[in-house]
Nanobody, 113 residues
């Protein structure tokens, strides 16, 4: 069973915005910290942001003030709103759940300069 399904992503110019969505199964969404990771070519996968069941958020320093993560409990969805995008934000973005570990299939975000 596919537990995390991502949507969004694409190509945008520097300074632009994109929104990523991840829909989880209810059992995953209600019991886990939901997060977004990213992996650029030749680099390690890194945490971008996560949000607890209670709504507490955590952001990587490199996205603070630009990205916002939130949960939509009516849709079992976690959304990453990305503003003021930079070329260095180019990566494949993955949805993740913790502690019941699951990964989405990944969605490409490309920011042109």
């Amino acid at each position: 069973q596919v537990q995390l399904v991502e949507s969004g992503g694409g190509l945008v110019q520097a300074g632009g915005s994109l929104s990523l969505s991840c829909t989880a199964t209810e059992s995953i969404f209600r019991r886990n910290i939901m997060g977004w990771y990213r992996q650029a070519p030749g680099k390690r996968r890194e945490l971008v942001a996560d949000i607890s069941v209670a709504g507490h958020t955590n952001y990587a320093q490199f996205v603070k003030g630009r990205f916002t993560i939130r949960r939509d409990d009516t849709k079992n969805e976690v959304i990453l709103q990305m503003n003021t995008l930079k070329p260095e934000d180019t990566a494949v973005y993955y949805c993740h759940s913790n502690p019941q570990t699951a990964w989405g299939q990944g969605t490409q975000v490309t920011v042109s300069s």
